[in-house]
């Protein structure tokens, strides 16, 4: 009779775990039946996997510490386990397969009682193949970057367009390597590290290369720069003889009205913008300087915008006068400034009038040559009477400059080098008309220095272009073999490309004496010295 009884009570345990293990709701395991323990609980935990590429089986864990194998499909049970909260882990899952819910998740057990929880766990065949991304960043102007994009080409078979500034995909390669090439690369654009890449592909994954290609200007390399002012404010508050603009520190500078547009031209690039002489009651919005960049064989603008206040106690004017003496005067003026902040250029015996607000105001003489000294104080206050005229007078001496002394005049026209003129020749002509009062002109043209499709060039031509100067004249020069029958100029003048440089010319006469008809020219020449017996042409020194 006991053993009967026993073998009951056995035999319903197992119905109650088959029971449990039927219940497949993964998340909120309920109660199923008494074991007959009544501070203990029993855990049944199911495993279902669907799909391909299943494994032969998990390991479920409980608590982190109880673990027990499970096949693909089966049943995993705890026994013994105490009431409460317990976390279940469904351990050994292979990357291509998923569990549904969570994973770990936790379950409540009641003692007496079984719990079921489900893992549903679905299976995909693993990839067998990979994907190569190429990318292409170009950088450059937009007119020289290539116009028709590139072409990209796998293994040296599949070949694909791909823009400037793009990006491609191959995809289902077998894993291993694979070479990429780019090609239809303009002759102005250079590839970044080459052409050619080799990379690993593995199955289920991405590799990437990127190529960084960089394109070469192909058109001119000068541009134009508009500049425009637009100023607000009374009429009568106004700055009354407009600004200047400065282009680069003053490399280049031009007057501008209150309301105006100048233009510029000159080496592409960035450049440095800067409007001066504002008055004292005025002020501009907006970056002062500014940095503007000008494209190669484009025009850009920028717009300087100055707001000017009432000038209250009223307003006055100024006239001030530059009287020279001296020789070898200044060739290009000087500049008055006002408090610092408003700038006119004056000449050497002139007058400018400025209209203003009354009072004091600082008055300061600039750009005076190193031959040359001013009279009286420098920089000076001058009271503006309110609705009258008051004027001041600079008076500047100047002393000769240049180691010969005197006067003189050179005069040239011609040739060094027997070549024709012609692109590539060992030719340099030249043609100058400098005095000793620093005026005239001077151009050479190096035919063996080749820009492009022109030969190398420099001009100083202080009437057409005033950022070009004649600077000190000498009647000798120690780089002839007699030293009193040279002259040497030292000047600043203007390139072909656009830049300002400083130089010195000299001609010997180094005929015999009295003949007057051998002259040795040193030209300059793009920061090189050019020099020899005058081939052609004719040499005159007064």
Known sequence: MARTTRWTLWAAAAVTLIGAAACNDSQSPRPRALLGLPDVGTLAVTVTTSGSNTPSGYTVIVDGSSSQSVGATGVATFLGLPSGSHTVLLSGVPSNCSVSGDNPRTVSLIAGLVAATTFSVSCTAPPTTGSLRVTTATSGASGDVDPDGYSVTLDGTTSRAIGDNATTT???????????????????????GGTSRTLSVTAGSTVSTSYAVSCAPTGPTTGSLSVTTATSGASGDLDPD???????GGAASQPIPDNGSVTFTGPAGDHTVALSGVAGNCSVS?????????????????????SCAPTGGGTGSLTVTTSTTGSNLDPDGYTITIDGSFSQPIGTNASVTFTGPSGDHTLALSGVASNCSVSGANPRTVTVPSGGTTSTTFSVSCAATGGGGGSGEVIGQGQIGN?????GSDATTFNFD?????????TATDYADVHGDHPASLTTDPVADPA??????RNSSSACSDATRGVEVDAVGREDTGNVVPYTLTVCDNGPAGSGDLFDVFLPS???????PVTSGDISKR
């Open 242 to 248: 407009g600004y200047t603009v400065s282009v680069d």
């Open 286 to 306: 907006g970056a002062n300087p500014r940095t503007v960049t000008v494209p190669s064989g484009g025009t850009v603008s920028t717009t300087f915008s100055v």
């Open 434 to 442: 400098v005095r000793s009062d620093l005026t005239g002109r001077f």
């Open 526 to 532: 793009e920061g090189f010295r050019v020099s020899g």
């Open 419 to 423: 070549g024709s003129p012609t692109l």
């Open 170 to 192: 191959f995809s289902g390669l077998a894993p291993g390597s694979h070479t990429v090439v780019l090609s239809g690369v303009a002759a102005n654009c250079t590839v970044s």
């Open 468 to 473: 070009t100067s004649f600077t000190a004249y």
